[in-house]
């Protein structure tokens, strides 16, 4: 309880030492501003010693030198009044309520004028204090998906601490991930890897079969792209119990995305990109290679699958041989396969064959 | 156990059935047909003892005296076949599944051509059967939701069974809801009303204020248009633990659909009314008779939104005197509100007064 009230401080430290620094800048004569990188793909930035993508040194800045730029630090302000009391009284709250709330604020120029206003400005205030949203204590309205494997885990929730295993003390359903999996501590596993998987379907074929038993594996199911709290809790399962990532999708441009955003993160977010990304996951499946191997049924790419490869060979995270080889061979086949398409062979030939073939072939078991 | 072998069998036997008409129309030189009821807004008609929306009289068939019509006989054929063997081994599968596993089927005839085909045969075999998916151990892509509240169940899963309290035994995310809840047997509760709530921020919001534990309310997370699994267990907590359930949405024409999808089902799925409708929920709001009481943050109504407004009008399920008192002030004011716009009066509105206020107007504190 005291290390979170221990964060808790400390963010709010950080966001009131953002109004200290406008307040500042006005003492001292100058007209306040906010300097923030620029978040353009052309702005990101390999770091070799994290592994991960950031932001390079371009940047653009939030100026009170015209109205416009004026009303966004004065609802900077309102802003950071409000976290830095929410934090106080150990309360949170979502993106969407912190855009309403605005209207009960007494400067009526501080009220949004729409959600992706109030959205950027607290992605501004990540940037620029340095502490994630959900230290922040907002949270996202997307939750969090599901694990299931041999691992026991503590939750610190609002009612006291739980202990859960994710696969003795939960239902067919799995452990719920909470909105912010860093109340989560690990207590003891058996996990020899973790399985990210795409689909519901899929998830629920692997725990049918008994995969997380038979190999012991964590699975988590990303339900599509990813939210936050599930790219987190990945993460801190890779780096804190040491145990390889590997991640299972469909064969197509937006599943690789998908991939993506587990690894290298994505550009809007690549502040915090060493909080989310797991650069060391690796890709299982469905490769375009896979494809032809075991002669899954297809669809054909369309002009927007096409369209998506083609700039994923343009994407400076999708720039390694086997990506450029992967694509290349796939715009080249012409086709695409879901993931569930291996259930062409029967019902346990991803538990049986595909998923042992590939974990082998990668060095995973 | 035996209770479930019980009706695995039962299902089984429905489906041999079917393929057994089959047999003795061609045994007795007729040409094999299935006759279904016609599935259209038309052809619901309220069922006053059900209290739920069930199909009329007209129907429609699909004969086998066309090559078209011949196939899909075909087709169903090999689908009972597949059925009844994943219910002799205990096994289940989604329709994706099925639709790509019909690739391995040895006539080529029998293949799907695409997944509403196998998604259509699936339905007009429940129809035919009196069988829902469920109980064929056909598994929905979409995952249920979550519950949160003082209620004591007992899961059985494939490992065993599970017994879980969803407030003491899970984290904040709550307990998953599994595929098929009638996996689920309610052990002891503390429930005076459900709650089902649209979206996951609010379902946050009433958890973190502790609303579930003041009002002893189970909170059930809809996660916009509810999946089958949450509209069926709402179902099941009503019946068997005669407890009241309300639904609390955004309020517009879309919202209104979600409430309708619980209380009514859907004209899609309208033979599974009796197990999937729950005909005594009540609306909570978001009605538009708020948006005047409490003066909300709005939006101006769309034209696609005035245009559902408006059949709703002339859909059977909405035609109440409430219904069509609030949905013309909706089109006389022009404006909807999302069920978050509570917080523009603080973050604690929504549960010391919003709640309160209207359940006690409805009789239900």
Redesign the interface.
């Known amino acids: 309880m005291s290390q979170t009230k221990l964060k808790d401080d400390l963010a709010r430290e950080r966001l009131i030492d953002l109004a200290a620094e406008f307040y500042d800048q006005f003492e001292g004569g100058e007209v306040p501003e906010m300097t923030l990188p620029t978040r353009t793909k052309s702005n990101i930035e390999y770091d070799e010693e994290s592994k991960v993508w950031k932001y390079g040194d371009r940047t653009s800045s939030r100026s009170a030198n015209s109205v416009r730029g004026a009303r966004k630090l004065l609802k900077a302000a309102y802003t950071i009044e409000f976290l830095a009391r929410q934090l106080d009284e150990g309360?949170?709250?979502?993106l969407?309520?912190?855009y309403?709330?605005s209207?009960?604020w007494d400067s009526e120029e501080a009220h949004f004028s729409d959600q992706d206003e109030s959205n950027q400005l607290v992605e501004d205030l990540e940037i620029v204090s340095h502490v994630t949203r959900e230290d922040f204590h907002m949270?996202p309205?997307?939750?969090?998906a599901?694990l299931m494997g041999p691992l026991k885990l503590r939750?610190q929730?609002?009612?006291g601490e739980?202990e859960?295993h994710c696969?003795?003390?939960?239902?067919?359903?799995?452990?719920?991930?909470?909105?912010n999996p860093d109340?989560?501590e690990f207590l003891e596993h058996d996990i020899d890897f973790v399985l990210c998987v795409e689909?519901?379907?899929m998830r629920?074929?692997l725990v049918?079969n008994?995969f997380d038993?038979a190999y012991n594996v964590l699975v988590v199911?990303l339900?599509g792209q990813p939210a936050r709290a599930t790219r987190r809790i990945t993460k801190r399962l890779h780096d804190e119990l040491d145990v390889p990532v590997v991640v299972f999708t469909d064969g197509d441009p937006w599943s690789y995305r998908i991939f993506g955003s587990v690894a290298y993160g994505s550009i809007k977010s690549a502040h915090l990109s060493e909080y989310l990304a797991t650069p060391e996951a690796e890709f299982i499946g469905i490769q375009p290679q896979d494809i032809v191997d075991y002669d899954l049924?297809t669809d054909p790419l369309s002009d927007s699958d096409i369209n998506a490869l083609q700039s994923e060979l343009d994407d400076p995270r999708f720039m390694t041989d086997y990506w450029e080889e992967q694509i290349e061979l796939q715009l080249d086949i012409g086709k695409k396969a879901?993931q569930?398409?291996?259930?062409?062979?029967?019902?346990d030939f991803v538990t049986d064959t595909y998923l042992p073939e590939r974990l082998d072939a990668m060095g995973v078991i």
């Open positions: 309360r949170s709250s979502t969407r309520e912190l309403y709330l209207e009960s949270r309205e997307e939750s969090g599901t939750e929730t609002r009612r739980r859960i696969q003795e003390d939960v239902g067919e359903g799995g452990y719920q991930i909470p909105n109340t989560i689909t519901g379907g629920d074929r049918e008994g038993d199911h339900k049924p879901e569930q398409a291996l259930a062409s062979r029967g019902l």
